[in-house]
């Protein structure tokens, strides 16, 4: 459910200036979370967290790595592997 939350914060600062503004001048992750909880947004300190490293993976072109099965398909199984080393 906290998500949810955290979600309609972005959401509700993406379309309020003066929310934006209040959450912009916060000084550290305690601070936004703690204006959040007065603003009645039920978020958490691992909702942040969460936003923050899926953010930092956006920004750096992650991508999840591939499954075993999905890398054996790829390289055609390990033997095949082998033989063309």
């Known amino acids: 459910m906290s998500w949810q939350e955290f979600e309609r914060l972005v959401d ?5 200036p ?5 959450l912009r001048h916060c000084r550290s992750a ?3 979370i703690l204006a959040a909880r007065k603003l009645g947004y039920r978020v958490t300190r691992l909702d ?3 936003a923050i490293e899926e953010e930092r993976q956006e920004q750096r072109g992650d991508r999840p790595v591939a499954t075993a099965a999905d890398a054996t398909t790829l390289t055609g199984g390990w033997d095949d592997a082998r033989e063309r080393l």
């Open 12 to 16: 509700d600062a993406e379309s309020q």
């Open 18 to 22: 003066e929310l934006r503004w209040v």
């Open 30 to 32: 305690e601070d936004l």
């Open 48 to 50: 942040l967290q969460r």
